[in-house]
């Protein structure tokens, strides 16, 4: 069996806001690798200098992925161990990264993530909404009618949802979600996590716009929005024929698209029909 000289790419969390969350391990990882590629080699730069690291930096964002990976790959296969970062938090999630790993795992090459820092969990353990099932839509789409397709097209989910926000769109966005979601639906707010004003507002869709729109400090800063999933709907809340018609997609088709073939059929929700489905093959 012959041993691979190739090195190793590091995943390499950083600090969300407060600096005393980098880990030692992340510290000493970025000291030893050759080089690190980083979002924005101005802003890790400066987090670099904080910790005494003074190794290379190449600049890795979306507009240049794709061709500087194949850069990366080749002094990966020479031997060199390497370190991704981001401007703050988990590389790849709603950050650039993606296509450098899956060319890591075409290459044979060794990926290796560290824990630490992310707004996602950060901001899930301190909400107070279920967490044992959740789903991360990353950023919605900027442009209004396109948002607000999104939020339709997840009006029926039962799992908490959560998004990121930039603070220019916040007040838009929570407007489409009353639209969408109604002015009830638990919603909580979370902003600036771990700096000094970090701050949760939390209450409903309405009591939450109307606190952001009442404070103007409360549209700064990094957000991560959680809004409580649906009501789970019952079988007797749905048209029976539209049930039986599932069925009998399923039989060829899969449960996704069975679903979603049945409810327009009927008129119902996809998503409520998909849950009864897959309650029932757990059943």
């Excluded at 969390?13 to 600096?19: C, E, F, Q």
């Excluded at 061709?67 to 703050?88: P, Y």
């Excluded at 899930?124 to 789903?135: E, I, K, V, Y």
Aim: overall charge negative; charged content about 20%; glycine content about 6%.
């Amino acid at each position: 069996m012959s041993i691979s000289t190739h090195g190793t790419l590091f995943i390499v969390p950083t600090p969300i806001g407060n600096l005393s969350d980098m880990t030692e391990r992340a510290i000493q990882v970025l000291r030893d690798v050759a080089a690190i590629a980083a979002e924005d080699t101005r802003h890790s730069g400066q987090l670099l200098q904080h910790f005494g690291i003074k190794a290379e930096l190449i600049a890795l964002h979306e507009h240049n992925e794709r061709n500087k990976s194949q850069l990366l790959i080749q002094r990966l296969q020479a031997g060199e161990s390497l370190a991704l970062i981001s401007d703050a938090g988990t590389p790849l999630i709603s950050d650039p990264g993606y296509v450098l790993v899956q060319q890591c795992r075409a290459a044979n090459i060794r990926v290796s993530a560290l824990p630490g820092a992310c707004a996602i969990t950060t901001a899930l353990s301190a909400a107070g909404l279920p967490t044992d099932r959740f789903t991360f839509e990353g950023f919605l789409p900027a442009k209004p009618q396109q948002r607000r397709a999104k939020l339709k097209e997840l009006a029926g989910e039962v799992r908490t949802l959560v998004f990121y926000e930039s603070p220019h769109r916040i007040t838009h966005t929570l407007a489409d979600l009353r639209t969408v979601f109604g002015d009830d639906r638990p919603l909580v707010m979370a902003r600036e996590l771990t700096k000094q004003f970090e701050t949760y507002l939390h209450g409903s869709i309405a009591a939450v716009e109307e606190q952001v729109l009442a404070d103007s400090n409360q549209q700064r800063g990094e957000i991560v929005l959680m809004l409580g999933g649906a009501e789970p709907a019952a079988a007797d809340d749905l048209n029976p024929q539209a049930l039986a018609t599932l069925q009998l997609l399923r039989k060829e088709l899969p449960l996704k698209k069975a679903a979603a073939l049945a409810a327009e059929i009927h008129g119902v929700r996809k998503n409520a029909l998909y849950q009864l489905a897959l309650e029932a093959d757990q059943a």
